[in-house]
Nanobody
Framework: QVQLVEFGGGLVQPGGSLRLSCVAS????????MSWFRQVPGKEREYVAG???????FYKDAVKGRFTISRDNAKNTVYLQMDSLKVEDTAVYYC???????WGQGTQVTISS
């Protein structure tokens, strides 16, 4: 069955960096786009970034120039490199097989001094 598992969350000071990973299994990873979303308690889950099966990349305006999405099809993994982190980036981050109901369990990212 489809499984998505995120890694890499944590506590970082403002201006710091984190790299999130999402390891996929149970489907032909290279055939699908993958996305990252995030959610803050009391708010709707929001789109952060996506990478298509042909490696086209898309970003929410608020993270452009700071976040980089990438994929390694040999490792069935999608990454989200997050630099210049801000307090407002604090959220639970989820990966998703784009356009599907397949989500990971989420990983907490906290930006605080």
């Amino acid at each position: 069955q489809v499984q998505l598992v995120e890694f890499g969350g944590g506590l970082v000071q403002p201006g710091g960096s984190l790299r999130l990973s999402c390891v996929a299994s149970g489907f032909a990873f290279s055939d699908y786009g993958m996305s990252w979303f995030r959610q803050v308690p009391g708010k709707e889950r929001e789109y952060v970034a996506g990478v298509s099966n042909i490696n086209s990349k898309f970003y929410k305006d608020a993270v452009k120039g700071r976040f980089t999405i990438s994929r390694d099809n040999a490792k069935n993994t999608v990454y989200l490199q997050m630099d210049s982190l801000k307090v407002e980036d604090t959220a639970v981050y989820y990966c998703r097989r784009t356009g599907s109901d397949y989500w990971g369990q989420g990983t907490q990212v906290t930006i605080s001094s």
